[in-house]
């Protein structure tokens, strides 16, 4: 699981990403899991072009995203495109996002804080 | 097994996509279109330089000349928009602030480097040409370092 900090300490990015046990796997058969297949190298050295995960959307319904979450949200303002990102920060308007590959990555330092409404879910784990 | 069943499932009903990259795909970004219209600026700009002029009362001369002129003139202007252009896209797009640190340079060589083509637009000088040359092979060093590839600069003509 990615590691959690709180907004008060220095974030940092997540380093692993676990692989998925065969509860994930029923979850997602029950529809508790959504699984994505991931394009493109701003997740990189973490996660490769090709790389399957699985999202708990129901996640964040009653707590917030933690800095160091991966997630998975739409961009502000390309409506449809899904984004993977980490969490760099939190505050009441929406969350921080920031690719891993910093230099690869279109993220909040560009398109500036991602509204709650547009969190999609938090990647659990790799599927499989 | 498990893992099998997973993989047929993954054949049979593929993942939705999530996107890990800029607003362009990831690699679509080269500075060698920018390469390309400063080099047929510098081409333009030299034969304007070298064009004679043609003989008083040789009226077909001076229909072929003017007409010559004109074409050279308008590919210039518009090659220089080109690379404008495309040096634009290279600034705003591509660079990110993690690349201003490894080159505090950066905006002060694509500001100059887009005046350059302004001014070549404006101007029929061969310095002014060569400068863009300059500007944009410094900037082909650059964007290549923030990849960590050693592409070698190299020129059409």
């Given at each position: 699981?990615?590691?959690?900090?709180?907004?008060?300490?220095?974030?940092?990015?997540?380093?692993?990403?676990?692989?998925?046990?065969?509860?994930?796997?029923?979850?997602?058969l029950?529809?508790?899991?959504?699984?994505?297949?991931?394009?493109?190298?701003?997740?990189?050295?973490?996660?490769?072009?090709?790389?399957?995960?699985?999202?708990?959307?129901?996640?964040?319904r009653?707590?917030?995203?933690?800095?160091?979450?991966?997630?998975?949200?739409?961009?502000?303002h390309?409506?449809?495109?899904?984004?993977?990102?980490?969490?760099?920060?939190?505050?009441?308007?929406?969350?921080?996002?920031?690719?891993?590959?910093?230099?690869?990555?279109?993220?909040?330092?560009?398109?500036?804080?991602?509204?709650?409404?547009?969190?999609?879910?938090?990647?659990?784990?790799?599927?499989? | 097994?498990?893992?099998?069943?997973?993989?047929?499932?993954?054949?049979?009903?593929?993942?939705?996509?999530?996107?890990?990259?800029?607003?362009?795909?990831?690699?679509?970004?080269?500075?060698?279109?920018?390469?390309?219209?400063?080099?047929?600026?510098?081409s333009?700009?030299?034969?304007?330089a070298?064009?004679?002029?043609?003989?008083?009362?040789?009226?077909?001369?001076?229909?072929?000349?003017?007409?010559?002129?004109?074409?050279?003139?308008?590919?210039?202007?518009?090659?220089?928009?080109i690379?404008?252009?495309?040096?634009?896209?290279?600034?705003?797009?591509?660079?990110k602030?993690?690349?201003?640190?490894?080159?505090?340079?950066?905006?002060?060589?694509?500001?100059?480097?887009?005046?350059?083509?302004?001014?070549?637009?404006?101007?029929?000088?061969?310095?002014?040409?060569?400068?863009?040359?300059?500007?944009?092979?410094?900037?082909?060093?650059m964007?290549?370092?923030?990849?960590?590839?050693?592409?070698?600069?190299?020129?059409?003509?």
């Amino acid at each position: 699981m990615p590691v959690n900090t709180s907004h008060e300490t220095f974030p940092s990015p997540p380093s692993q990403l676990r692989k998925s046990h065969p509860t994930d796997v029923v979850l997602w058969l029950l529809r508790l899991r959504r699984r994505f297949r991931i394009v493109g190298e701003s997740m990189q050295p973490l996660l490769v072009a090709g790389t399957e995960v699985l999202i708990n959307p129901f996640a964040y319904r009653r707590s917030q995203p933690l800095s160091g979450d991966l997630v998975v949200a739409y961009h502000p303002h390309q409506p449809g495109l899904r984004l993977i990102k980490w969490v760099v920060y939190v505050e009441a308007q929406g969350c921080f996002l920031k690719g891993l590959n910093a230099p690869a990555s279109t993220d909040s330092r560009e398109f500036g804080l991602v509204p709650w409404e547009s969190i999609v879910g938090q990647v659990v784990c790799r599927f499989p | 097994m498990l893992n099998y069943a997973i993989a047929k499932l993954q054949a049979w009903f593929p993942a939705a996509e999530v996107h890990a990259h800029c607003d362009g795909p990831c690699g679509v970004y080269d500075p060698s279109s920018a390469r390309i219209a400063a080099e047929a600026v510098v081409s333009m700009t030299k034969k304007l330089a070298d064009l004679e002029m043609p003989a008083a009362g040789d009226k077909a001369a001076a229909v072929a000349y003017h007409n010559t002129f004109a074409r050279y003139t308008a590919i210039k202007e518009e090659q220089a928009q080109i690379a404008k252009d495309e040096l634009l896209v290279l600034w705003t797009d591509y660079f990110k602030p993690v690349h201003l640190e490894q080159f505090p340079d950066l905006h002060d060589t694509f500001w100059k480097a887009a005046k350059l083509c302004s001014a070549t637009k404006v101007e029929v000088s061969v310095q002014h040409a060569n400068e863009l040359m300059e500007a944009v092979h410094k900037i082909h060093n650059m964007f290549w370092a923030t990849k960590n590839r050693d592409v070698s600069w190299y020129t059409a003509s």
